[in-house]
């Protein structure tokens, strides 16, 4: 099994940033492709970014190309989301995920984390 831990959310106002992390336990952290996600009230879960394992390739949903970057330093089993110029309309719950083998940009990962909150205040 894989433990995944998210960490940094919290309040910051629009136009901030934040640093989202997510501590990786259980099994080989550099085998795994790394995703985030994320999930507003009445919404359905979103892709944010997601990480090859070798940290290679990245991707980025629309919503957030050229604000986040999404970075994992596997000396450490620790995946990160750095958010820029934050908007309201990326308050959400952040999901940390992972899955051996090649990236995905969907729901497919097979193991979570808890979640983290982020908010932003306008």
């Known amino acids: 099994q894989v433990q995944l831990v998210e960490s940094g959310g919290g309040l910051v106002q629009a136009g901030g940033s934040l640093r989202l992390s997510c501590a990786a336990s259980?099994?080989?952290?550099?085998?795994?492709?790394m995703g985030w996600f994320r999930q507003a009230p009445g919404k359905e879960r979103e892709f944010v970014a997601a990480?090859?394992?070798?940290?290679?390739?990245?991707y980025y949903a629309d919503s957030v190309k050229g604000r986040f970057t999404i970075s994992r330093d596997n000396a450490k089993n620790t995946v990160y989301l750095q958010m820029n110029s934050l908007k309201p309309e990326d308050t959400a719950v952040y999901y940390c995920a992972a899955r051996p083998g090649v990236v995905a940009t969907y729901n497919i990962y097979n193991y979570w984390g808890q979640g983290t909150q982020v908010t932003v205040s306008s």
């Open positions: 990480i090859s394992w070798s940290g290679d390739s990245t």
């Open positions: 259980g099994r080989t952290f550099s085998s795994y492709a």
